[in-house]
């Protein structure tokens, strides 16, 4: 069965510091996507950035780089350089290339940024 | 500007009533999706539609209905056999229904009191 896993329920991090959200995944599927969103206190799901299960690179989009490993089914999201306004939900997601409706989802990640 | 509009943004209602949740995107996508989020937890699909005139039930359907007789449009209907209503509903659309990047709208806050 397919499965999204977000151990840290919730995370601080210090203003301008990096922060490192974990993320494992369990799929049978042999190509899928890898996805995170930021999710603020008002409720919308903001896509982050993505990783393809072929795509040799880790992905980056601006502040926000995906750690992939695929040996362990790890897709780690990086933020660096902290800011307030990055205090939100964050959630990992993955997706079958076969289609969107068997995306699911993880439990996500509660980030507080201190000042 | 493209994108996916839900409304109303908060909506009450009293048990046992029928109470639907509007979802218009203009992106022009083929799919559509609607998900359901509870306090502390991720999405939980609750219907999704590839094309029009065609839906399929996702994992926790039982209590709602949905329709999508016109592309950009898909509302969804939350009935009074939904036993726990109270929760936070987004929609989402993709450009087909192989694609596997959504594209979410701002969200319905649904409240039974």
């Known amino acids: 069965a397919q499965k999204i896993t977000q151990t840290q329920p919730g995370m601080f991090v210090q203003e301008k510091e990096a922060v490192t959200l974990d993320c494992t995944y369990d799929t049978s599927d042999p190509s899928y996507g890898l996805f995170w969103y930021k999710q603020p206190s008002s409720g919308e799901m903001i896509f982050l950035i993505y990783?393809?299960?072929?795509?040799?690179q880790n992905a980056t989009e601006g502040r926000y780089s995906l750690n992939f490993q695929k040996a362990r089914k790890s897709a780690n999201l990086v933020i660096s350089a902290s800011q307030l306004g990055d205090s939100a939900m964050y959630f990992c997601a993955m997706s079958p290339y076969t289609g969107g409706f068997k995306t699911i989802f993880g439990a996500g990640t509660r980030l507080f940024v201190k000042a | 500007d493209g994108g996916i509009t839900q409304s109303p943004k908060y909506l009450f209602r009293k048990e046992g009533q029928n109470v639907t949740l509007s979802c218009e995107q203009n992106l022009n996508h083929d799919a559509m999706y609607w998900y359901r989020q509870d306090p502390g937890q991720g999405l939980r699909l609750i219907y999704y539609?590839?094309?029009?005139?065609?839906?399929q039930k996702g994992d926790i359907a039982e209590g709602y209905s949905v329709s999508r007789e016109k592309k950009e449009s898909f509302p969804l209907t939350v009935t009074s056999a939904q036993k726990n209503p109270t929760a936070f509903y987004l929609c989402?659309?993709?450009?087909?229904?192989?694609?596997?990047?959504?594209?979410f709208g701002p969200g319905t806050r649904l409240t039974v009191l």
């Open positions: 989402a659309s993709s450009i087909s229904a192989r694609s596997n990047e959504q594209f």
């Open positions: 539609s590839q094309i029009v005139n065609d839906f």
């Open positions: 990783q393809g299960s072929y795509d040799q």
